[in-house]
């Protein structure tokens, strides 16, 4: 087996030294990329399949894990931008198991599994903290699902109920979030956050509940609307001057051309938060009345003693609205009175705060490129598209000036500059890895020429040599030996078989030193 061994590392060096340089180089090369191929596929095949051992998991609680992982040497990744733990499939059950006997994940919170140990000697004001505690740690969890937050802290302050008293202290909370690196949350989120908070407490109203996020910024106060705060309403006035301006700038660039006009708009927005109430009596003039009552009197004629009058309204008699003196008079009383159906309708109306509260839009036109364009009916597009109300104390601008384009015409030459020069630098490329082909297509052809070249003139010399050693062969052969000469020719028959296998073998590992040789041997023959 050794000798074997031996024998073919022996072949395969005498082989690769008869190479030629380049021949060399693609071996070395050919060899170098088959061991790495076959190293690469050998980490591919053992390298284990991993499955999720924890999702979700806050920075704490990865860290924990992680570090109980690295201390028992078991395989880890982490995914999902350090939330999720993976380590090998087979792995993950024992691991689990072991990972809850370390008390891990522990949680930023418990939940209300502070809840569990309460018995019969709890006080009352453990109890309150428990459940107050129980609820923040819910309420934490429940927002850390929303996409884009990595970790939330809830604060509830909850008064005691006064008996006796009529106002109590309204239910607060506080909530701070910290997103993930490069996220935000919208006005959306934080109403979505208020509203879960509001809605989890009893007696929590969502304008008593503050959210802030990580960077100090707030983005709901109590006694205000989520999102409609600090720079939530900033964003929204920008939003809106941002909708009017695309509108009209769209408009005008139909009209007068792209790049020939230019609108901006300043808007005023009302966050106030209003609500008025309004009653309408009305009732049906031909409708049956619910209920009259009709009352007639009549007195004709003179009081005992010649004293005439009439009977008032408190029932006794007035002399002096009577009748005549000589004892002649009348008295006449009518009086009807209905009770009619009266209708009512009430109207409750509160504004959304955010309303258009003034506009001030300023449009200028180029005069050199819109020359055909009037001032006149640009203000009425402009009017009618955006809405202005004199009423609301709006304002519209128009003007006709020449634009300055040299930063156009700057940008324009430097942008032409530029695919100027990458279409050069494409064209380099492009001519560059043409010389590069050519060139290595020309060595290639030259290395073929030349090794079929030193392969032919191999063959020539070979064929050369078995030919003279033949011819001499033959002409020995003519000869008639003797018996003694026999044998000797024998023993130099095999002399020489062996010696013309060495010099085969010869010329298979040195073909060039043999051919060299041989010519000198042929020069200095005559």
Partial sequence: ?????????????????????????????????????????????????????????????????????????????????????????????????????????????????????????????????????????????????????????????????????????????????????????????????????????????????????????????????????????????????????????????????????????????????AVSETVEYDAEAEALPLSSSETDETYDGAAAGGVTGVVGPDGQMDPAAGGAADGSGSYRKSETTRDNAVGSRSERRESTPGAIEKLSIGVVVDSMSAQQANETDIRELVMGTAGISRQRGDSLAVASLPFDRSAEEAAAAALAEEKAAEAAASRNRLIRNAVIGLLVIGALVFLAFRSRRRARRREEETTYIVEQLRERRQAQAALEPSPALLALEESEASRADDLRDELTDLIERQPDDVAALLRGWLTERP
Avoid at 89 to 96: H, N
């Fill in 1 to 273: 087996m050794k000798q074997n061994v031996t024998r073919f590392l022996q072949r395969a060096q005498q082989g690769f030294a008869a190479f030629t340089t380049g021949q060399k180089v693609v071996a070395v090369i050919g060899t170098v990329a088959v061991l790495l191929g076959g190293f690469m596929v050998f980490q591919w095949a053992a390298r284990p399949s991993m499955a999720p051992l924890y999702h979700d998991l806050s920075t704490t609680d990865a860290s924990a894990v992680v570090e109980q992982l690295e201390a028992q040497g078991t395989p880890y990744e982490l995914a999902g931008d350090g939330t999720t733990v993976m380590v090998p499939r087979d792995l993950v059950r024992a691991t689990r198991i072991d990972m809850s006997g370390e008390g891990l994940p522990s949680g930023s919170d418990g939940g209300y599994s502070l809840l569990d140990d309460q018995g019969l000697t709890t006080s009352d004001f453990k109890e309150r903290t428990d459940y107050k505690r129980a609820m923040e740690g819910e309420l934490s969890a429940t927002i850390e699902s929303i996409d884009g937050v990595e970790t939330a802290v809830v604060h509830l302050a909850i008064p005691e109920k006064e008996v006796f008293e009529e106002e109590q202290v309204p239910t607060t909370a506080s909530v701070l979030v910290d997103t993930r690196s490069g996220s935000t949350l919208d006005p959306g989120q934080v109403q979505a956050v208020v509203n879960l908070v509001a809605s989890s407490i009893d007696g929590l109203e969502p304008e008593q509940v503050t959210v802030a996020d990580a960077t100090g910024k707030v983005l709901s106060t109590p006694g205000g609307a989520a999102g409609t705060d600090g720079t939530a309403r900033a964003q929204m006035v920008a939003d809106v001057q941002e909708e009017y301006r695309a509108r009209l700038q769209s408009m005008l660039d139909r009209v007068v051309g792209p790049g020939n006009s230019t609108v901006q708009v300043s808007a005023e927005l009302d966050f106030d938060k």
